[in-house]
């Protein structure tokens, strides 16, 4: 199934039915009266988040969403019908923005969420609705109300514990791949990986998170280079990062310091999520290589630094239990800050 994680539709809710004009009329009834009903309400446009969506594919070649007007009003104080909603399944995670694409209408980030983008009209009143003691027998009846319409755009946030993020060629996919069933492209050249996977870690009977492996960011990918930086939003919602740097390269602490200048300028605060940097494809380094590349590399990020490799698996459970650690503790906070 193609990836997309954006896209822009019309919805329009439905218009209310018209109310009517309309008086009871039987034998040897000689002072009916009016009788006229309301008309029914349209139907509104909902967007709802269900399971088992990762795509918001749907929405590339149908754009355009319309509920059914309500149902006109009726002799017999009868009211029109109402119609039935229409809804937009999309994927948990699914932000709804304005058509200035800034606005931030709702966030869908748990399964069963819902919201209601376009409401539909009401009825309008029928002529028994303006009987009186002084007017007996009126002759007015209004339109139903216009539903809401609007442009509006749908973009995908992955819902993951845990996100992957390095250079291209990091090794980024060859580690979820090892770490979980997903089965990402995996070759030697730059760009591998086109759009985002999503991986299951099961550590043991009890534990287990969601990981993320986004497209290799390049110098510049904020302004566009590349493949732009348009992906972090996917490791946004993300506890903690994991920062791959390919041990082969001869500056390991530059391809640091690029990194972490794309987080800073993309913004929404990725530069300070907690971070996690592993070293890695320690199989393909000479012990000396090692040593030196990690000391530059403990320089540059102020911190620990972790010699894996995702190939052969060597330290992978010791990356995978602080990855572990960080999502419960951020678990913890958030369940404590719960009223």
């Not at 870690?201 to 960011?217: K, Q, S």
């Not at 459970?317 to 913890?332: G, K």
Request: net charge neutral; with cysteine; charged share 25%.
């Amino acid at each position: 199934m193609k990836f997309l994680d954006e896209a822009k539709v019309w919805v329009k809710a439905g218009d209310g039915g018209d109310g009517v004009v309309a008086f009871r009329r039987e034998k040897f009834i000689e002072f009916g009266g009016p009788d006229g009903g309301n008309g029914g309400k349209g139907g509104d446009v909902v967007a709802e988040a269900v399971d088992g969506l990762n795509t918001l594919i749907d929405y590339r070649y149908t754009q355009h969403f319309k509920s059914r007007k309500g149902g006109n009003g009726a002799g017999s104080d009868r009211t029109g019908a109402g119609s039935d909603d229409v809804i937009l399944k999309v994927p948990v995670g699914t932000q709804i923005l304005a058509e200035d694409k800034e606005t931030l209408l709702a966030d869908l980030d748990e399964p069963g969420k819902r919201i209601v983008i376009a409401r539909g009209g009401d009825g309008g009143f029928g002529n028994a609705n303006y009987k009186t003691s002084t007017n007996r027998a009126p002759r007015r009846a209004d339109k139903g109300w216009p539903g809401e319409e609007r442009w509006i755009w749908l973009r995908l946030k992955l819902i993951a514990d845990a996100g992957l993020v390095g250079l291209p060629n990091a090794g980024k996919s060859t580690f979820l791949a090892a770490v979980s069933a997903a089965k990402p492209k995996i070759a030697d050249y730059p760009f591998t990986t086109l759009h985002p996977q999503l991986g299951v870690v099961r550590l043991n009977a009890t534990e287990e998170f969601v990981i993320a492996d986004i497209p290799g960011l390049i110098e510049g990918a904020h302004e566009g280079a590349g493949l732009g930086d348009r992906f972090l939003g996917h490791v946004e919602r993300c506890a903690v990062l994991l920062h791959l740097i390919d041990g082969t390269q001869a500056d390991p602490a530059g391809a640091y310091r690029t990194i972490r200048a794309e987080l800073a300028g993309y913004g929404h605060g990725l530069a300070e999520k907690p971070e996690i940097v592993a070293l890695n494809k320690a199989d393909a380094m000479t012990p000396q290589a090692r040593a030196s590349r990690v000391k530059a590399l403990e320089r540059a990020s102020g911190g620990r630094v972790l010699v894996i490799s995702g190939a052969t698996g060597d330290s992978v459970p010791e990356a995978l239990r602080a990855l572990a650690d960080t999502i419960h503790a951020r678990r913890l906070a958030e369940a404590e800050a719960l009223p």
